[in-house]
């Protein structure tokens, strides 16, 4: 058993620097009894190892096929296949990859592909692998239990540490194996000996080590960086870098558990995640990904500021997202075509590679250099409603989140962008809901709703949806826009639309229509004030008797008074109006067009009103 | 025995209208002898007693006298419950004045699909352009019995100016535009029909044939006629020669004896040649 608290900073600091971290202690590690030392064991190991050159992975994607790997280094220079079945995912562990293979763990050579070595897997699964430029840290494991070992470069069994506490995944730096246990602690293992040189303890989740860039990082929901101060770790005074609060579909994971054993074969956690690299701006601040990170749902992938989690950029790829990496500014990210698509910060391509056949899964590494910055991406409107198109139609959850954040957006496109949804076959009836909603609101883009008005369901030129007419009688009469009325006014008579969509029309009306639209509007009035037979309908016609009171002078007047008077209005309407009238200020002297004299007939289609021919 | 939808096609061809809409609103009646009391009629429609409104109609219909068309317009135009709406519409389609489409056509749109139907129904007896926009706009509303009654209505009516809108609807699943269509089209727009044999199912087209091959003016050439026929032979069908029995058996004295021959020929398994272009 290590006992460490007794040791002050100064004296381990001396034992650590004078005789090698193997001879701190020479107990075996993953002991429950450790007394906590206040980081002293950690600190004075980040002292040695901090002038270390940092070690970051190889750049190198690789893919799971049915017969093997596939991999290409990023820079498409090598591209190389394995054959053999996988039975882990592939890791990348500084210039190696790896894997599980039957009873044997894997070691490749991450440029070429050509193994290194090979070793026993002692019965159980490969949880994580890191490698420190030379030697390897392998976590092993079973349910019952977990196997610390130490790998030389040779492939010859090094130090091992078995014990009954569920492993996380391992990083490596400078002989030391660094791994998570238990929630709490990331012990420092020396990889010759086995023995335990360190341990860290932190107040957060940990059960993930890794590597970035060639700085080592533990945690889960978050990372502290493994520096000086990480020894404050357990009084939260650490470096440390976590996500914004995320509200995406999926609830993707980051990190996700190190002490779960991977598969290799990509499921719906593997293809709806969080991609996030930690590193130190010019001040040194630890930041996520120079300020954004991505998260993936299937084949759609969301460019996120790291700080508000506003959406940024969205991107839809050919086919799911089945693995890739964050880099200190970008991303790489693998289809499950093969495909591996290179992204700069705001999402623009730069570059992709084929790994050359379809892959079930794939691990990637940027090493320590950011994707290059590539030509400015569209504006975000297309770029959301390009990626509605490439949902599946079940994929509700991702269209909620997309088309709620399209409705945060100022542009004028978002307009029209609402308006197609809103009329739109593709999408559930609860979110054609939420998108009129959305669309109501909208005070820009009036070109296009005028536009979306014009139209009306037409059988024969193949205009077999109705606008959203409802919502645009909403955002027009809210913006006062007078050119609405007439296009409003036809919209009245068109039975394709839905009851309620009427009734928001009418109630527009009220506020925008002229003497132009009495016509339309006392023909609605005649149709319905004795058929209206819901809800809608009656509010409508009801509207509707404003809006005549208001544009149709004593003729407009007399429709309304006699229908008020007349048993067979319907009897809300008829309760109504009375109401109506009286609140309507008396007939203006103006009279609507053809309203004087004779009553005008009603208007007979749509496009062509024939002149008034009866009087009543 | 001939075929039900052939029977309807002669009805359209030789009567003018499909029985559907000459059974919805029945045929206008001689006039009666007593003259109406047109004021006593208009108290009774403006009312608001749904009772002495309909039976006031009634006398109206009986009365078979155009003069009440006003009256009737009248309660369209202020609109009423729907079923003395309904019972309007098919009055106004009874008198058949043609002043009536303006109050009529607006019915077409309702809501309600009795009540657009019935309207569509009428307005092939009122007749007129407004009629005629109306069933060509009803031709492109969201109504697919509708659309069916405003295509026999706009063959009823003669409306060429809508054969390319029928033509457009044909393969939609309005097959009643085939029948439209063959009563309504000049030569080129009579090939092109010919030209979609084979490409649509032989049911959507079948109402079309007859009216081509019992047309009697100049507006389909007899090589129109002769191709058909030698198509419809060459189909050899139980349909198609049901068409050709029936184009013969029916045949108008005032045919072309050469389509009437070719009629004959095709019958016996003879080939039709066409000596036109």
Known sequence: MIHLRSLSFASCAVLLTGCGAASVNSSKGFDNEWQNDSGASIAALEQRLHALPAVPNARVVVGVTDSGLVGSTLDGKSHWVHNGRAASPPMIAGQLVIVAEGDQIVALDASSGSQVWSIDNRGLSLRGAANDGTSSALVLADTHKSLFLGVSASGSSLGSVETSAALGTPAARGGIGFVPWSNQYVSAVDLKSGDEVARLLTREQVSQARNFGGQLYFGEKGLLRFDEKARYASTNQANHVTLPKLNLPGKPDWLGSGVVTGTSAANARTKIRVYAAPSSSANGELTLGGGTIAASYFRVLFGLDAKSADLRWVRSLPADIVGGAAASAGFVLCDANGKVWSLDSNGADAGSLDLGSKVRMCAADTGAQPMPAAAAPAALAPQITQALDALEPDMAEAERYLIAQLGKLEDPLVTKALIDLSSSPRISPELRAETRRLLALRKNGTEYMLSALARHYDFVSGVLLAPPVGPLADALAASNEQRAAPLLAKHLNDPANSADDVAHAARALVKLATAAEYEDLRTFFALYRATADDESLVAAVISCAEAVLRVGGDAGRTVVERASQDPLTQSDVRAALPGVLSKAAPAAAASAPGAAGAAPTLRATRDNPPKSAAAR | ?277
């Open chain 2, 1 to 277: 025995m001939l075929h039900k939808s052939l029977i309807g096609v002669i009805g359209l061809c030789l009567g003018g209208l499909a029985p559907a809409l000459a059974n919805a609103a029945p045929a206008p009646k001689p006039a009666a002898h007593a003259s109406l009391n047109l004021a006593g009629l208009q108290k009774a429609l403006e009312s608001g007693d749904e009772d002495r409104a309909l039976a006031a109609l009634d006398e109206i219909e009986q009365a078979g006298s155009a003069s009440a068309a006003p009256l009737v317009e009248g309660v369209l135009n202020r609109g009423a419950s729907s079923k003395l709406l309904l019972r309007a519409i098919a009055v106004a389609g009874a008198l058949g004045k043609e002043s009536s489409s303006g109050a009529l056509a607006p019915y077409v749109n309702h809501r309600t699909a009795e009540v657009r139907h019935a309207a569509a129904v009428s307005l092939t007896h009122t007749k007129g352009k407004v009629a005629v926009q109306a069933l060509r706009d009803a031709l492109r509303g969201s109504d697919p019995a509708l659309r069916g009654t405003a295509a026999d209505g706009l063959g009823a009516l003669g409306a060429k100016e809508a054969v390319p809108d029928l033509f457009a609807v044909l393969p939609k699943a309005v097959p009643e535009a085939a029948g439209a269509i063959g009563t309504l089209c000049s030569g080129e727009e009579c090939r092109k029909f010919l030209a979609l044999l084979g490409k649509l199912p032989f049911d959507v087209m079948e109402s079309g044939f007859l009216p081509i091959l019992l047309r009697t003016g100049n507006d389909v050439p007899d090589g129109i006629k002769l191709e058909l026929i030698e198509r419809l032979r060459r189909m050899a069908t139980p349909k198609t020669n049901e068409v050709l029995r029936t184009a013969l058996a029916t045949y108008p004295a005032g045919g072309s004896p050469k389509v009437k021959s070719a009629l004959d020929a095709a019958l016996h398994g003879h080939s039709v040649k066409s000596d036109e272009p």
